[in-house]
């Protein structure tokens, strides 16, 4: 019986470790397709090979059908109708699009290992039922055939965009669901993120030969049709007229490609990096900032090179198209008119999705923080240290203070799609999960905040990483304990504010006492200014973190004083001069906490002539 047991005890203990281990499904897509570039529609083969990594048998799998969401009645044109504040590029649009104006996908056949399968549409998704299950560790084969019209351009995809290009090509194929141990990822498309299976993509797309082509991977014809830096090459047409491009891209999440018959195409070599090339319509209004972007776009790459980790892969394309900004693997769709700050800076920002989802392929639909938010704050930087600027994160916990205000704030935990306002959704993802990032350099300190995103950055690149997975790097990094700092900020929405609550002298010594007014514990920075024109940093961590962050500057004395524990309403402590001597008093100096009433954080000489009563909320 103990033998028994013992070796049950061994198989549950192998069961839980594999059940725990971590793996990821993947895919390889062979593509040939057929664009109309006068009835806009797209017919075209796939070739699925599809690997289950994962420790269950699949006898369902589902397709993404993204162009389905460009019909009057889907669920993106309910939504859109219906939020109180919808996307301008919406609104009511996608409601009064016409026959020849929505967008579908229609598979037309589908095939597993020669067998016919069972399909359903559902929306935007295809639920398809196997004809043999898919075992562990087991692979399968789809080939099918496929029919799109692509839409008037709306959001993101589709043809004659604002600004005249003629396609944007996103979303545009029949996509594999994601499967990972939460189980499928069949989200309708109702607006905004994605989510994919890491895999190959080897695509030939057959148009008029008068239009240029610009996408995701290598193009690997490219004296064929007559592309490169001196458009030299003899074109060579299929026999029905059409010019053959010919796309290959390793390890990615997506593929993406635009076409125009007025693209210029230039090419920019970021140093020990990739080769970067810009297509977008030269006219008065793009010329000088392409240009520029040309010259400048290098020093983005190299930025986050040092700072988050080498880009992966040996191209990327700046491509003028879609309705804004959009991210894609080794590309990224951009509106090209407009000021040289504003394209520039959706460039830097679309670029350094390159890091973060692009290979670090967080699931953007439940984590847009993760996404939009680390890669806004890595935009943020890099710009920041490419034209000299300083303070790069205030527009960040501006409007963060401003939704705050509103009433509107969500917690960051809500899935993409499902928050009650685009104002709160935008803050949410971006200028917060910035503020996470930003906040976390307070906590940890700069030191252990660069290490510990190159550390993150190299372990989990090109793989699906949680919310947990970064906190942990970030954890083992600094020694320190950060679960609380996750759990508060994306979990509830409790807000940071802390005061200067009283200032005495007794005796001849000088005591100040501090107050946690907000319910958001944070350890506490308090930097002394004395008439003399010296500083002095008192330290005050919090028991959560266990431990203490870093000196960060040397040149500033630090004294680290007792914890304070998150329970306590206030934390008395004795200063080290007279109340005569102190010019300035102010908790968190650097501003990098986003303390909702920074008013009650100062204490300035003239506080001192009358007793101190400080601000509220």
């Known amino acids: 019986m103990r033998l028994i047991l013992s070796s049950l005890a061994i198989l549950f203990a192998h069961v839980s470790f594999a059940q725990s281990a971590y793996w990821q499904q993947r895919v390889e897509y062979t593509m040939d397709i057929h664009l109309d570039v006068r009835s806009h529609l797209v ?46 590029r ?49 692979k399968t084969v789809f080939d099918s055939r496929f029919e799109s019209q692509v839409p008037m351009q709306i959001r993101r995809s589709g043809r004659d965009n604002r600004e005249g290009i003629a396609f944007t090509m996103t979303q545009w194929y029949p996509k594999l669901a994601e499967y990972d141990y939460m189980g499928w990822h069949t989200n309708q498309y109702v607006a905004r993120e994605f989510h994919g299976v890491w895999g190959d993509f080897d695509v030939k797309i057959n148009l008029d030969p008068g239009y240029m082509v610009a996408g ?29 491009w010919h796309f290959v891209a390793k390890n990615v999440i997506d593929f993406a490609w635009a076409a125009d018959p007025d693209y210029t195409h230039d090419v920019a070599q970021v140093p020990n990096g990739p080769e970067v090339h810009f297509f977008y319509q030269k006219n008065e209004k793009t010329t000088e900032t392409w240009r520029r972007m040309r ?92 034209f000299g600027e300083n303070n790069p994160h205030d527009g960040s916990y501006n409007a963060y203070f401003s939704l705050v205000q509103s009433g509107l704030q969500e917690p960051l935990s809500m899935h993409a799609d499902h928050y009650n306002t685009n104002r709160a959704y935008g803050t949410s993802a971006y200028s917060m999960g910035s503020i996470f990032l930003n906040q976390l350099k307070y906590l940890i300190g700069t030191q252990n905040f660069q290490k510990g995103m190159l550390v993150y950055y190299n372990t989990w690149k090109m793989k699906h990483p949680t919310p947990n997975d970064f906190i942990r790097v970030m954890e083992k990094t600094s020694g320190l304990q950060l679960q609380w700092y996750l759990r508060y900020w994306i979990q509830t929405t409790r807000r940071i504010d802390y005061g200067i609550s009283n200032l005495t002298e007794s005796e001849g010594s000088s005591y100040l006492t501090l107050a946690r007014i907000g319910d958001f514990p944070m350890p506490v920075d308090l930097e002394i200014s004395y008439k003399d024109g010296t500083h002095e940093l008192i330290y005050i961590s919090m028991n959560e973190l266990m431990g203490n962050k870093p000196v960060e500057s040397p040149a500033v004395p630090r004294t680290v004083l007792q914890p304070w524990p998150w329970v306590n309403p206030t934390y008395t402590l004795k200063l080290s001069q007279k109340l005569s001597q102190i010019a300035k008093i102010e908790i968190d100096p650097t501003r990098r906490m986003a303390d909702i009433n920074r008013k009650n954080n100062v204490l300035l000489p003239e506080d001192l002539l009358h007793p101190y009563e400080p601000s509220t909320r």
């Open 43 to 88: 017919k075209g083969s796939q070739h699925i090979v599809y690997f289950n990594n994962s420790p269950d048998t699949l006898r369902k799998v589902y397709f993404h059908l993204y162009f389905n969401a460009f019909q009057p009645g889907s669920m993106m044109d309910v939504r859109s109708r219906n939020l109180p504040d919808p996307d301008r």
């Open 90 to 138: 919406v609104q009511d649009r996608i409601s009064k699009l016409t026959d020849s104006e929505i967008g579908y996908q229609h598979v037309v056949s589908l095939k597993q290992d020669g067998k016919d399968v069972s399909m359903l549409v559902n929306g935007t998704v295809l639920e398809v039922t196997l004809a043999a299950p898919i075992l562990p560790k087991g």
């Open 216 to 244: 995701t991977g290598r193009l690997i014809n490219p004296e064929q049709v007559g592309y490169g830096y001196e458009k030299s090459g003899t074109p060579v047409k299929r026999p029905n007229g059409d010019l053959l």
């Open 295 to 386: 010259d400048l776009g290098p020093k983005v790459f190299e930025y986050l090179n040092e700072h988050f980790g080498k880009y992966p892969f040996d191209t990327y394309s700046v491509i003028q198209g879609g309705d804004g900004g959009m991210e894609y693997p080794m590309c990224t769709m951009i509106l090209g008119e407009g000021s040289f700050a504003g394209v520039f800076g959706t460039m830097a920002h679309e670029v350094a999705h390159s890091w973060f989802q692009m290979t670090l392929a967080t699931n953007e639909s439940l984590y847009p923080w993760m996404d939009e938010g680390f890669t806004d704050f890595a935009s943020s930087e890099a710009e920041a240290a490419i």
